[in-house]
């Protein structure tokens, strides 16, 4: 995917400053890991919310003036994604190329919806059943008429990156998420508890029960 192209570009140019600035992408001094852990950030931050088509000028961009050559494997293959789904893992949807819903067409974000679906019913044949919003942030990413959309492919529940925990009486096409990106059990059941103390999730207004 294109922030994998970005990340391995970055990771293998060698040079000491990969100077974008021409692109409008600012120029990184990069002589240690953690510069160009920062560059990563930065870049991709920055990126994200182009148009696809703009952000794939973009990563090309990028990939050219680093002199990168990009293997093809760089996101999960098919046969590693069936692999997970024998192990036992539910996969999910996530749109055909994660593009921010909100910056592109009605018909384009409904295609990348139900096109992204299709695609891993057809590699994994069997319903795939739970989407995730591509960067998930409610009325920022994505909006009421993309729950819509989401409901209407078929999806049975669908997740925003609201910070949270589910309700009753919240939207199951809006469930929220947090990340468990903790190394101790005491400082992951803080983390839970921080999240079951917060107000109600963030939804996109009109959708809400
Ligand atoms: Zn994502």
Redesign the pocket.
């Known amino acids: 995917m294109w922030n994998d192209s970005v990340i391995e570009a970055v990771r293998v140019f060698r040079g000491k400053e990969l100077d974008l600035s021409h692109a409008g992408l600012g120029s990184y001094c990069l002589e240690s890991h953690e510069q160009r852990r920062v560059a990563i950030e930065s870049l991709l931050g920055h990126i994200k919310y182009f148009r696809p088509y703009q952000r794939q000028e973009a990563v090309a961009k990028i990939v050219d003036v680093a002199g990168a050559r990009l293997p093809d494997n760089l996101m999960l293959r098919s046969e590693q994604v069936l692999a997970l789904r024998n192990a036992g893992m539910q996969i999910g949807a996530?749109t055909c190329s994660?593009p921010i819903l909100e910056k592109i067409s009605d018909d384009e974000a409904l295609s990348e919806i139900s096109n992204g679906k299709v695609g891993l019913e057809s590699l994994l044949g069997e319903p795939v059943t739970h989407f995730a919003y591509?960067?998930g942030k409610p009325d920022v990413d994505y909006s009421a008429k993309h729950v819509a959309m989401v409901r209407q492919a078929g999806f049975v529940a669908a997740f925003s990156t609201a910070p949270g925990v589910a309700m009753q009486t919240g939207d199951v096409h809006q469930l929220p998420r947090f990340t468990p990106w903790d190394r101790t059990r005491s400082r992951y059941g803080m983390r839970l508890l921080a999240n079951m103390r917060r107000s109600a999730p963030q939804v996109v207004a009109s959708t809400v029960a």
Do not use: T
Request: glycine share 0%; aromatic share 0%.
């Open positions: 996530h994660h591509p960067n």
